[in-house]
């Protein structure tokens, strides 16, 4: 299976250090293109994969990640689709491209997927949606699944769930960054230094993050059983509550997905 990239920041880049540390691709699988030559310098010396063009990228891809902005589909999907193989897997990572209208830039028979990664997927703790084109077979979705699995956590949802992944999953690193500044912030005003601030509260969110995720019980248990009566825990919670943290964090999260 070879695997090709429209771009290649620092998502594109977190995708082929996921394929190749999962043994799910070596170097000869992959190809990248990059809009600058400095970028695609970077492509081989850091990641060690060939370089080409938009063109030979796509000509070369079995399953062709289109990891550029939103801004950029319609030169891009321009330039690539005369090259695209007939049954290839095109996987769109834009945020609030339909399947629908990516099919309209591309007008060629390719198998269509929307993804919405994010950027935990850069340590390999990635959470992405998936919403594959009913052109897929159950053998493409097993690959797609396994591309996005090799950086991180993928799950199949349905297009009308797209726009939700990005709020929930895609743009909340950024709420959870703000989360562990302001607990780091606290920690010094009591004193700590700052360094071993940051570490005791990023730590405090990832230990909780894989509870949740590992111990299978509902966010509300594990909360309960950190509240002990009267003690200081419950006392952080009545003011989180009384400061409408729950509330500022759905709106948020329900913000993101509106943009989206």
Known sequence: MRIGLIGCGHMGSAIVRGLLGSGLCGTDDLMASARSQAGREKI???????????????????V?????????????TAQIAGALRDGCIVISLAPGISLEALDGMLQRPVKLVRAMPNTPAMVSEGMTGLCPADTL????????????????????VPERLMNVVTGVSGSSPAFIFILIEAMADAA?????PRAQAYTFAAQAV??????V????????????QVCSPGGTTIEGVRVLEEKGLRSAVIEAVRASTAKA
Do not use: Q, W
């Not at 081989?44 to 079995?62: H, K, P, Q, Y």
């Not at 010094?188 to 700590?192: E, L, P, S, Y």
């Not at 995720?213 to 309960?224: F, I, R």
């Open 44 to 62: 081989v010396s850091s990641l060690g994969i060939a370089c080409g063009s938009n063109e030979e990228t796509a000509a070369f891809a079995d």
């Open 137 to 156: 077979t159950d053998k493409d979705r097993h690959t797609v699944l396994d591309i996005f699995s090799s950086f991180g956590r993928a799950e199949i």
């Open 206 to 211: 990832l230990g909780s993050a894989r509870m």
């Open 188 to 192: 010094v005003a009591d004193g700590m």
């Open 64 to 76: 062709l990640i289109l990891a550029v902005k939103p801004v950029s589909y319609p030169e891009v």
């Open 213 to 224: 995720l590992e111990s299978g019980e509902h966010p509300a248990v594990l909360k309960d």
